[in-house]
């Protein structure tokens, strides 16, 4: 398996390279912060809202999103703690006390849990190109037994071509690996008004490590000043590991997609798409192909809230077997209020994520930010998880309720307790429940006042 993400690795850097031409010695200011909107893209799922396709030719292709929220990955000088491309975004220690109640376990088990953690950024950027590595190694002892966890990274490279002001081509590559499930990471739905982006984090629990790289090109046309047609065709590789019984450990997407937005006002936006992607499986599953239409509206409703929605069907079919037809689509909603936040999203298509699957799942998650006093915040989250037309069948629950307090400038104490509840739907995750209690100092050289914790 080492191998296997070593050899991955070493590809996306030899094109990036081989792209990138002679841009290595032609090094000048970002122009990624001066873009009007931002679509992005993660290892798991595309959460760009709808808004960003209404973007110039080209606009946000330069972006990337941190590793572990829904803001822009900022750029030029970040961290007070940053040499050159290279810098500290932060630091992490937490105390844990935890309970797991599991069918495959004769009894209910106490562990007593130690992180440390680090994430380190390398994030380089000339006028046409950027790549960008996010870097996360841990030490964890549990119960007294020390383990290393070096291998966390997410790593993304996209350049862009302007081939005239209405025709730009982006190239775009984003890899990430995780060695482990990190069940004290923070599971609350993440959220930026400004892009409009909601990521969602997973709270399934289970056994080994998770791959995925996706491969895309990017073809924009401005038809008008409102109207913009994008073409994508891409390739995405999804791996896990872990025992699962299905002995299905990854999956290979070709694919395209093809979307027509319209900008109605300055607020306002309309899109439709079509999908297509034929995915082929390890053993047992067999190779569907995939066909999706949608259609999407967004609104910027004033300065303080902002939603989309995504309407659709999904038309999946394989050699063997009945085809299946399904309704599909999401919901975002950011709400900004005097002193606190909402965010709520809701997901029904393909459920590729940890566990790998054929099938299709619904998840909703919504977070509540509160400012208390001046310093402190009071944080609350939920969410929910089920596959259906699967194998697996898996599902899930989570509800957490934490604090954040500021005891000086870029340091936190942070609080949590969580509870998860999963149901094994016949691959690796156990049934059972989780409980934790968590208390932790950050470090965090690269925090800005507009930040939210």
């Not at 080492?2 to 991955?8: G, L, M, P």
């Not at 019984?245 to 319209?262: C, H, Y």
């Not at 066909?291 to 999946?316: C, E, I, L, S």
Request: hydrophobic share 35%.
């Amino acid at each position: 398996m080492k191998q296997e993400i070593c050899r991955a690795i070493v590809a996306s850097v030899l094109l990036s390279m081989a792209l990138s031409g002679r841009a290595w010695s032609h090094q000048e200011p970002s122009q990624a912060q001066d873009a009007k909107s931002q679509q992005t893209s993660d290892a798991h799922e595309n959460n760009a809202a709808p808004e960003e396709k209404a973007g110039g030719a080209g606009s946000d292709i330069l972006q990337v999103r941190q590793m572990k929220g829904a803001n822009v990955l900022p750029t030029g000088r970040v961290s007070s703690f940053q040499f050159g491309p290279i810098y500290l975004q932060s630091v992490d220690f937490y105390q844990a006390l935890e309970t797991i109640s599991a069918s495959n376990m004769p009894q209910t088990l106490f562990e007593s849990v130690s992180i440390f953690r680090a994430d380190l950024v390398f994030d380089h950027a000339w006028r046409t190109s950027r790549l960008a590595v996010q870097y996360e190694p841990r030490l964890t002892v549990t119960n007294g037994l020390v383990q290393t966890s070096t291998a966390n990274l997410n790593a993304t490279w996209n350049k862009l071509y302007t081939l005239s002001p209405r025709l730009s081509l982006g190239l775009k590559n984003g890899f990430g690996y995780y060695s482990q499930q990190a069940q004290f990471d923070g599971l609350n739905l993440e959220g930026d008004l400004t892009t409009g982006a909601l990521v969602q984090a997973h709270f399934l629990d289970g056994p080994g490590h998770f791959l995925n790289d996706r491969s895309e090109v990017d073809i924009r046309y401005l038809l008008s000043q409102r109207n913009r047609l994008d073409i994508s065709p891409f390739f995405e590789y999804y791996s896990a590991s872990g025992g699962q019984n299905l002995n299905v450990t990854e999956s290979k997407s070709p694919g395209a997609e093809l979307g027509f937005s319209r900008l109605l006002s300055d607020t306002r936006t309309i899109g439709f798409g079509y999908a297509v992607q034929d995915t082929s499986f390890g053993k047992l599953l067999p190779r569907t192909l995939y066909q999706t239409v949608n259609m999407t509206y967004a609104q910027q409703v004033g300065p303080t809230w902002r939603y989309a929605m995504t309407v659709g069907a999904t038309h999946a079919s394989t050699a063997i077997g009945p085809s299946q037809n399904t309704t599909t689509g999401n919901l975002n909603l950011i709400k900004l209020f005097r002193d606190s936040t909402l965010a709520f999203r809701y997901d029904r298509g393909q459920a590729v994520g940890l566990q790998i699957t054929n099938g299709f799942a619904d998840r909703f998650d919504t977070s509540y930010e509160r400012r208390l006093i001046q310093r402190t915040r009071a944080i609350l989250g939920a969410g929910y998880y089920r596959q259906f037309l699967a194998v697996t069948n898996t599902s899930g629950t989570y509800a957490s309720v934490g604090l954040n307090y500021q005891i000086a400038n870029h340091w936190f104490l942070q609080t949590f307790y969580t509870f998860k509840n999963q149901k094994n739907g016949g691959a690796n995750f156990a049934t059972g429940d989780l409980q934790y209690a968590s208390f932790g100092i950050r470090w965090e050289p690269g925090w800005r006042p507009a930040d939210i914790h």
